[in-house]
């Protein structure tokens, strides 16, 4: 596997090898990155990851500097997975003058869920994987694979590469879970011992939620309350648990349709802050 640093060693590194098959990440790389390498592996001619934490798109609050960066253990996975070229920038690298022009994605889905409780997470999003994708795609088309864990930023790329005619195909990469069905996630290693027993809650949630919804007669807003309520008295600080319809991610209207919807949470558990959906 070839490691770059610069936008013009990538293109060097990817000219003349075909469509590209790209995993953009924030590194700290757990098995569900991997997954996302070896479905990305065979829908290109070459497989290119980046590991970029993103200043753009976090909160002043929240944990840009503490972010694990661990960039030869992820390399080394990395290899091993099947990845040709990682492309690795510094922050000078990929933005070697401030970043003053930004995309600004439709506030019907961006301000929302994510959007609402990350004000600016989205235009962070969208402006580093327009400027990734202008990097690893200069030569021509290619593919590109999000997880469906963050459900909404996948559905916001999908949107953004469709309005503005970008030559890549976005295509989904399932949930990877650990054994007890917690969404593997960089941000897990967070938790202390007792925490990590907790989180599979957060799932739990989404499941009796789902469940909750499919009830003939269903109040869908009273069974949003008592979920959250429930998640509350574990001890959880939940920013939202809530069905949406998954083609645009707004309250169902209407009798709700099994195959049609997406129960989504975010939650804190202690000071980590975790995401999780489910969809039926
Ligand atoms: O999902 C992530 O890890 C990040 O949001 C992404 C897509 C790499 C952009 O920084």
């Not at 600016?120 to 990734?132: N, R």
Request: with cysteine; proline share 6%.
């Amino acid at each position: 596997m070839q490691i770059v640093h610069t936008i013009a060693d990538l293109r060097a590194a990817l000219a003349g090898r075909g469509r590209p098959a790209f995993v953009p990440t924030m590194g700290n790389l757990h098995a569900g990155h991997l997954a996302l390498v070896r479905q990305a592996k065979p829908l290109g001619d070459v497989m290119v990851a980046s590991i970029f934490v993103n200043r753009l798109q976090f909160l002043p609050h929240e944990d840009f500097d503490s972010y694990p960066r661990t960039l030869q253990d992820d390399a080394d996975k990395l290899a091993a997975a099947g990845c040709d070229v990682l492309f690795a920038p510094s922050e000078k690298d990929l933005y070697p003058e401030p970043q003053t022009f930004k995309l600004q994605p439709d506030p019907q889905l961006a301000d929302i869920l994510e959007g609402h409780f990350r004000p600016g997470f989205f235009t962070g999003v969208c402006t580093v994987v327009m400027k990734l994708f202008a990097c690893v795609f200069a030569g021509g088309p290619g593919v590109a694979v999000f997880g469906k864990k963050d459900y909404q930023q996948l559905m916001v790329l999908r949107r953004m590469a469709a309005q503005f005619a970008l030559p890549v195909q976005i295509v989904a990469g399932d949930i990877c879970r650990a054994d007890d069905g917690l969404a593997l996630s960089s941000r897990n290693g967070y938790l202390g011992a007792a925490e990590r027993a907790q989180a599979v809650q957060l799932r739990q949630a989404l499941q009796a939620l789902a469940a909750q919804a499919l009830q003939p007669g269903a109040d869908l807003a009273q069974a949003e309350a008592q979920a959250l309520a429930a998640l509350q008295r574990q001890g959880w600080q939940p920013d939202y648990l809530t069905v949406r319809q998954r083609s645009n991610l707004q309250p169902p209207s209407g009798a709700l349709q099994a195959g049609t919807l997406v129960a989504l949470a975010a939650a804190r558990l202690g000071s980590t802050r975790l995401i999780d959906n489910l969809e039926f």
